[in-house]
């Protein structure tokens, strides 16, 4: 067989990707669910899959043994939870075969406990099949509703799938949302995707909402976050990470490993930053008194 | 009569350009096209013992002079887990 190099278009290893993913997960036990790109319904989708990367959503009690087992596979850490995403959601590992794999602990924009939300869109599962691979997926409803809620934090890249999966959608389709939000607790990242954030206004979570969809300096968002937390220690939690560097941006950032003086550095430049910003955002304040 | 088929540990994604097959979840990704793709496809849909036949009626080769080289393609499949 030849064994020269060809490339593989990346909608191809994205799907492999997805077979690998659940193949290592039925042989541990880890429940998860294919979510974006090509586990989504093509009816909610009707341009087609896209994307650079595989999305799963793991049941939060299996994350520990599924990540165990994908270093074990050839899956390198990329960005992890506390550095990848200021949400601390998901961790993304990059695989020499299959690419970019973003493994999700629970999904932002949702209120109720991780693995109560799990449960409530496991239940409901389906499966379907990719490179030739049964693939746990959300139901068609689930689907919807997790791209509204991730259309939250997209605005631009995502619009076209709030057209799609609720601007367009029937009335009984969108019942059948609203009672899936409803019982997920994710009233005010579905209100932001879809133009229906103000009604939400004295809700803990407005403003973060607010921020993350519409766009805000970065103190303002930790703000936000503080306030959004739901009880003092993870506010306080909150507050801790805010200034701290993100080695793993950073690196990426750099195409190597940053040094401890650039890290230090780095810190230095975000404290700047953040004074600036809330300098910046006081006298914003002074100028429409 | 002995049937090939791909296993369950094998991914397959086939497009326009080519047969991806790969073995999960380590990879690598093998890519099949023209003959290769053909002769794949001709081992997981009958006897192993015709696919230089079958391959040949649809190139309009010679049996007698592909078999050599089919036979060892599909052992060379079978060999990487790809087939069984």
């Known amino acids: ?289 | 009569m002995t049937r090939l088929r791909r296993p369950p540990g094998v991914g397959l994604v086939t497009d326009e350009a080519a047969l991806y097959a790969a073995r999960l979840p380590d990879g690598p990704i093998v890519v099949l096209t023209g003959v290769a793709a053909l002769i794949w496809s001709e081992a997981c849909a009958g006897d192993r013992e015709t696919v230089a036949e079958r391959v040949a009626r649809a190139t309009d080769a010679a049996p007698d002079a592909i078999r050599a080289d089919v036979d060892a393609f599909v052992t060379d499949l079978v060999a990487r887990g790809l087939l069984e």
């Open chain 1, 1 to 289: 067989m030849n064994e020269s190099e060809v490339s593989v278009p990346l909608p191809v290893r994205l799907r492999f990707g997805h077979a690998a993913i659940q193949h290592l997960a039925d042989g541990i036990g880890a429940d998860l669910l294919h979510i974006k790109g090509a586990a989504v319904d093509p009816s909610l989708r009707p341009g087609g899959a896209a994307g650079t990367d595989v999305d799963v959503l793991v049941r939060p009690s299996h994350v520990e043994v599924l990540d165990r087992a994908m270093r074990q596979h050839g899956w390198r850490l990329y960005s992890s939870f506390e550095n990848g995403s200021p949400f601390g959601h998901a961790q993304t590992y990059l695989h020499d075969a299959w690419g970019y794999v973003d493994l999700h602990r629970y999904f932002p924009g949702i209120r109720v406990d991780p693995s109560r939300a799990f449960e409530r869109l496991w239940k409901d599962r389906q499966e379907i099949e990719i490179a030739g691979v049964g693939c746990r997926v959300p139901n068609v409803v689930g689907q919807a509703v997790l791209l509204v809620l991730n259309a939250a934090r997209s605005p631009d890249r995502a619009r076209g799938d709030v057209r799609a999966v609720w601007a367009e959608a029937s009335e009984p389709r969108r019942a059948e949302m609203e009672a899936l939000v409803a019982d997920l607790d994710a009233p005010v990242a579905f209100a932001a995707a879809v133009g229906r954030l103000e009604r939400f206004r004295g809700e803990r979570d407005y403003r973060l909402w607010k921020i993350v969809s519409k766009g805000g300096s970065r103190s303002a968002e930790w703000w936000a976050r503080f306030r959004a937390a739901p009880t003092i220690g993870m506010a306080l939690r909150v507050v801790s990470r805010a200034p701290l560097v993100n080695v793993d941006r950073l690196a990426h950032r750099l195409g190597r490993t940053p040094t401890r003086g650039e890290i230090v550095a780095e810190f230095f430049r975000r404290m700047v930053r953040a004074v600036r910003e809330a300098w910046l955002a006081v006298r914003h304040r002074g100028a429409r008194q």
